[in-house]
Structure formats: structure tokens, C-alpha cells
């Protein structure tokens, strides 16, 4: 399925622009998350190749009902400064427009610089990922195994 590259906007509202002015596209692809009282939300998550773990805030464990094992954390880089503490969970979600169900291992990350970031472990072995950002379109094909 093809899907239209999305222009982020800023804390302000206004769009984000790189270092040229030019607006900023990211491949951000409609999520839905199941809450512990069958509440469901609708998310964006970013589809980023430069992850090796799908990230996101530890506010949707909170409200999933994940619980978070302290023995389940380790030290990742790339979210923040430094090296940032994450706890080892599972993330289970829908793609929205596919009406495809998972679950996938992720990292929770209590920071304000992450939302969700789906990254490879997992969901690139679920899809064939095609990127053309030329023309405005990235696209999710489901590899059956």
C-alpha cells in the first residue's frame, strides 16, 4: 500500500523546515494502539530505517498496561544526549489503513524527543519498505512467509 510522505509541524504549529527552508517530509504512518480498558488511540509513528529497535515515550506503556521491568532495561544511544535508559517490552498496535495486526519488540524511553520511531528489528522483516521521497510516496508491501 502507498502512502504520502506527511509534513510534521513544530511545537508552534508551524511547519518544521530543514537547512534550506524547505518544509520537512517524514514517512509517518497511522498506528492504532488498544489501551488496557479497550480504549483505542491513533498515532503516527515514524517508519525509521536508522533504528535498529522500535522507540516510543513511556507514556504508551502507561497507558497500554505494559508493565516495565526494571530488569529488563539497557542503555541505547541516539534518542538524546548521551546514552538514555529504555526498558524492553512489546509493542502491540494495528496499521490503521492495512488493518494489519503485531506485535514487535520496542523500547520504551522516558524523553520528550521521542514519540514513536518504528524501526527494523521485526517490522522491516514484515514488509518490503519502499522509500521515494522524490516522489512523495513511501510504500508497505507485507512479505508473506
Request: hydrophobic share 40%.
Amino acid at each position: 500500500m502507498k502512502f504520502k510522505y506527511t509534513i510534521p509541524a513544530s511545537g508552534d504549529g508551524m511547519p518544521l523546515s530543514d537547512s534550506r527552508g524547505k518544509m520537512v517530509k517524514r514517512p509517518l504512518l497511522q498506528v492504532v494502539f488498544k489501551g488496557k480498558d479497550e480504549k483505542e488511540i491513533n498515532s503516527f509513528a515514524v517508519i525509521d530505517s536508522g533504528a535498529d529497535t522500535t522507540t516510543l515515550n513511556i507514556q504508551y506503556a502507561k497507558f497500554l498496561g505494559i508493565d516495565l521491568d526494571k530488569n529488563k532495561t539497557r542503555k541505547i544511544m541516539g534518542v538524546g544526549q548521551g546514552t538514555i535508559s529504555v526498558y524492553q517490552g512489546i509493542l502491540p498496535f494495528k496499521i490503521k489503513e492495512m488493518g494489519i495486526e503485531m506485535k514487535i519488540p520496542a523500547w520504551f524511553v522516558d524523553s520528550q524527543n521521542v514519540d514513536i520511531l518504528l524501526g527494523q528489528e521485526v517490522f522491516f522483516d514484515k514488509f518490503k519498505i519502499k522509500f521515494e521521497k522524490d516522489h512523495n510516496i513511501f510504500e508497505l508491501v507485507e512479505v508473506k512467509k
